[in-house]
């Protein structure tokens, strides 16, 4: 349920209308827009008649129920206002969200020595890159392949951000590990194997730094949602959601089925922002700069993209990755789009 404020509502009233709400059991979330403040009540509101919670202010606009079964995460629950995530880097806020600049993610699947992930940020910046993607622990579909190098591709990470101002996203597979991530990352994901890990969702929510959460490859986009849900439940607001592919009946072509049409159907249903990842999502480097295009021009807030120095070499998902040179030449082109639809900033240099 939500309470819509007058525009001009004094804070005196504001704050009146929260503590009568926590009085009654609910937990009050304030969302500041514009021109009006929302409060959100979180908690048992089945019982409440919103005609009757409209009259305990003149102030109060219209009370409403949220019917969405994800209550924070829903587009009803902040009156349709967007979410802006900041992330905090040495370079300065990154934001991502539908009212800034489409915000690139890039770097390898994961990393290998200290000299590959500080050369590959180093591109990947020169190109207009605001976050370098790496990651220390891999869950992987065999045993057998490479897992990551774990504690030490931290300390790695933490090299290349230092080298290169860069922000880090990496992601977290263990709770155990989630202190010493949070320590290193200014963004945890959470990835496709653990969207529905909900005891590490809470723990996930728990932490302040902002969550990247892709999609798993057979959820349904309400699934999602209630992922996203669980981790705002715990008291975290910036989830990012990640579209990564999904699971279909044709593999032959394509690692996985880049599902484009939820940004559409996620502008309806939530606030949140919405990154794609189109290099999981296909699974072949070649196709990644059309589905990186057609994202764009659909209207995704974030790209993730994978890029190594020598995919051949790649100790994990090389098939899937651009070369410096390929990732500089497609964020020249994505400029395109992104400035015919008013979310490209960044100054393109080409790489010499």
Known sequence: MIIVMKVGSPQEEIDRISEEMCGRGLTPERIVGKHKVVIGLVGETAALDPLQLQEISPWIEQVLRVEQPFKRASLEFRHGQPTDVAIETPDGAVHIGQNHPVVTIAGPCSVENEEMIVATAQYVKASGAKLLRGGAYKPRTSPYAFQGHGESALGLLAAA???????????????????????????????????????????????????????????????????AEYIMAAGNPNVILCERGIRTFDRQYARNTLDLSVIPVLRSLTHLPIAIDP????????????????AIAAGADSLMIEVHPNPAKALSDGPQSLTPQRFDRLMQELSVIGRAVGRWQQPVVALT
């Not at 880090?168 to 653990?194: P, S, Y």
Request: aromatic residues 4%; glycine residues 8%.
């Open 161 to 227: 951000r230092e080298a290169t101002g860069l922000g880090i996203i990496t992601e977290v597979m263990d709770a155990e590990d989630l202190d010493k991530i949070v320590e290193v990352a200014d963004v945890i994901q959470v990835g496709a194997r653990n969207m529905q890990n909900f005891s590490l969702l809470k723990k996930v929510g728990a932490q302040p730094k902002p969550v990247f959460l892709k999609r798993g490859m057979s959820a349904t986009i309400e699934e999602w949602l209630m992922a």
């Open 279 to 294: 290099s999981h999502g296909t699974g072949r480097a070649e196709y990644v700069p059309s589905m990186a295009m057609a």
